[in-house]
């Protein structure tokens, strides 16, 4: 082969009229089919929507100037959110024995009420 043959250029040969798209989607099975070129449109072009809620941007930090500088202690403290439960105001006392489940016998109810059966030690299954 010559560098002539290598420097030359040979426009592609036309052939003919471009192929129909498909704009059925079912249609759409193999990887050739949706080949950029032939749907005429960049799969990428129609984006995405960010998430519901999404914030990152408003966050400290996204600029290089930012990531690089960091971020002040009071800024930080400000963004903190207390730990206060809403049930109870703050500044009244705690009940020592709430929320505390004793396994005392006699400090429940209906404990003592057994059946013949059952001071017996016999169980429903031995009748």
């Not at 079912?26 to 998430?51: C, H, T, W």
């Not at 990531?67 to 009244?92: N, T, Y």
């Not at 505390?100 to 030690?121: K, N």
């Amino acid at each position: 082969m010559s560098t002539e043959d290598l420097n030359s250029y040979a426009e592609p040969q036309a052939t003919g009229s471009p192929d129909a798209v498909e704009t059925d989607p079912a249609g759409l099975n193999s990887a050739e089919d949706l080949d950029e070129d032939r749907i005429r449109k960049d799969p990428l072009e129609s984006g995405m929507d960010p998430p519901e809620g999404w914030s990152g941007v408003t966050k400290y930090g996204m600029t290089p100037w930012e990531e690089s500088h960091p971020r002040p202690l009071a800024d930080r403290l400000a963004e903190e959110q207390p730990e206060v439960s809403v049930d109870r105001p703050a500044g009244e006392p705690v009940d020592p024995g709430e929320g505390v489940i004793s396994r005392d016998a006699d400090d429940q109810p209906g404990a003592e009420i057994r059946s013949e059966a059952e001071r017996r030690g016999q169980a429903a299954d031995d009748s």
